[in-house]
Structure formats: structure tokens, C-alpha cells
């Protein structure tokens, strides 16, 4: 199975710009996607295909990448961003999800 | 509007079978595929297997032996079976539905349940 490897936490402050990034043990060509998860709700898309904003998702939020490195990006960060945050890839058999990110603000 | 919701036992004994409902509304079950997707506390989801618009089934190899995926098309249901349960199936299960067909993200999301697995 492709293993999606992400940094377990980040904390940063209101109005920084924060990256987060999702290394996949093999290719999966764009077809990366990512989600905000609050707790006790249920995953949230945000960006699909690496780089497409989901519908009603703010322009703070970004993607990029393609292969096997891709990274979401928030800019400039809001108290309400404090979340978890899961890549998802679908191109290879099965699908797999990233252990996830769990971003703290200061 | 799109929605779906997973119903079910909350409480499950070890050996025995998970069964789970998934009841959607705004759109049909012969258009979009649904998939079950599950989450241990703390933990990323994991994709469990998916029931495709045209009635065929797709499962995740790690759980194939186990698991089984079926649909009521007139009552909007889509069912998930799994058999020997142990404690670490225990999460909230979550049934989805992609935006497109086939193309693998999922942008709508049943508010879950939560299954415990204990004797």
C-alpha cells in the first residue's frame, strides 16, 4: 500500500503562513488530496488533485505538488484553522490516508 | 442537498459482525458510488471499500476476507457487513460519497458513528 508520511504537529501564530507537507512511498501523480478535521466532526475537503480548492473553501488555502511531495499551505493562518489535517491519495490501489498534522496556533 | 448517514450498533462483542447502514439523500445511488471509510481515535481514516454506481463492489485487500458491501437502491441504503470483529476495529465509521465518479476524493461526508469493539 502507498504509505503517506506527515509531520505529526505544527504550531504557529495568527497571521503567519504555515506549510504542510505529504511525502507518499510512490508515485501517485496529482491525485492527492487534502482534508481539516476538527474534533468530534467529521474530515472536511479541502483540496483536491493537489492543487484545486474544494467548493466554499477560503483562498487562504493552497496546495501544490505532484508525484510524490505535495504540500498544503495556509496564508495567513486564522484561530479557527486550528485543526488536523489528512492527505489522501487515490491513485494507487487502495486508497490511503496520511496519519495526519495537527496544527496548534500560539 | 447531498447528505448521508451511517447508522448502527454502537457496541459490537469480539468474533462477532459489524453491520452498518448508510442512508443518503440528494442524489441516486445509480449515479455516484458511496464508500465506507473508517478512523481509529486518534488516528488517520482508512478507506474500507466502496459500492459503485453500476452495483459492483470494491473492497481494501487488507480487510477483503472480512468485509461486505451491499446496497437497497429503492430505499437509498447502502450496508456494510464485516465479520470477526476485534477490538482494534474500533473507530468511527464514516460512509462518503466522491464529488465525481470514480476519481477518488471525497467531498461529502456522513456525520459518522462510533463502533466499539468489547466483550
Known amino acids: 500500500d502507498t504509505v503517506l508520511t506527515q509531520s505529526p504537529a505544527l504550531a504557529v501564530s495568527p497571521g503567519e503562513r504555515v506549510s504542510i507537507s505529504c511525502r507518499a512511498s510512490?508515485?501517485?501523480?496529482?491525485?492527492m488530496h487534502w482534508y481539516q478535521q476538527k474534533p468530534g466532526q467529521q474530515p472536511k475537503l479541502l483540496i483536491y488533485?493537489?492543487?484545486n480548492l474544494a467548493s466554499g473553501v477560503p483562498a487562504r488555502f493552497s496546495g501544490s505538488g505532484s508525484g510524490t511531495d505535495f504540500t498544503l499551505t495556509i496564508d495567513p493562518v486564522e484561530a479557527d484553522d486550528t485543526a488536523t489535517y489528512f492527505c489522501?491519495?487515490?491513485?494507487?490501489?487502495?486508497?490511503?490516508f496520511g496519519a495526519g498534522t495537527k496544527l496548534e496556533l500560539k | 442537498q447531498v447528505q448521508l448517514k451511517e447508522s448502527g450498533p454502537g457496541l459490537v462483542q469480539p468474533s462477532e459482525t459489524l453491520s452498518l447502514t448508510c442512508t443518503v439523500s440528494?442524489?441516486?445511488?445509480?449515479?455516484?458510488?458511496v464508500s465506507w471509510v473508517r478512523q481509529p481515535s486518534g488516528k488517520g481514516p482508512e478507506w474500507m471499500g466502496r459500492m459503485w454506481y453500476d452495483g459492483d463492489t470494491a473492497y481494501n485487500s487488507a480487510l477483503k476476507s472480512r468485509l461486505s458491501i451491499s446496497r437497497d437502491t429503492s430505499k437509498n441504503q447502502v450496508f456494510l457487513k464485516m465479520n470477526s470483529l476485534q477490538t482494534d476495529d474500533t473507530g468511527t465509521y464514516y460512509c462518503t460519497r466522491e464529488a465525481y465518479g470514480g476519481y477518488g476524493w471525497f467531498a461529502y461526508w456522513g456525520q459518522g458513528t462510533l463502533v466499539t469493539v468489547s466483550s
Open positions: 510512490e508515485g501517485v501523480n496529482s491525485y
Open positions: 488533485k493537489a492543487s
Open positions: 440528494g442524489f441516486s445511488l445509480t449515479s455516484y458510488s
Open positions: 489522501q491519495q487515490s491513485w494507487n490501489d487502495p486508497y490511503t
